[in-house]
């Protein structure tokens, strides 16, 4: 529709930009540049309020990788234990058969 010889896209346009106008002009400083700055400080900040849930996303999945490569090390330390009580056992073994019978078996 129109209004005043004007569509609605326009008459949006010059309300969004009289509120706009309306908040700049609140705003607690002196000088037009001051005001924008502070808005312009303002939005920062918002974003800044925006980044603590997206850190904690990210350290929640980098203690959960933590805690996957602490359960890896520790199957690695397992085995690992598991392959060398293995070697023990055979070289213990092997210490125990007589010298002579060591060479037999190579013969």
């Not at 996957?68 to 213990?92: I, P, T, Y």
Request: with cysteine; aromatic share 6%; proline share 5%.
């Amino acid at each position: 529709g129109t209004y005043c010889g004007l569509s609605c896209s326009t008459v949006s346009l010059l309300g969004i930009l009289c509120l706009m106008y309306i908040i700049i002009w609140t705003l607690p400083a002196p000088t037009l540049w001051s005001k924008v700055t502070l808005l312009r400080q303002s939005w920062h900040l918002s974003e800044v309020m925006k980044e603590p849930p997206l850190l904690q996303k990210q350290l929640s999945k980098a203690e959960k990788e933590l805690t996957e490569l602490r359960l890896q090390v520790a199957e690695a330390k397992h085995r690992n234990d598991l392959v060398e009580a293995k070697v023990d056992a055979a070289d213990g073994a092997r210490k125990e058969i007589p010298f002579g019978h060591q060479l037999h078996g190579w013969l």
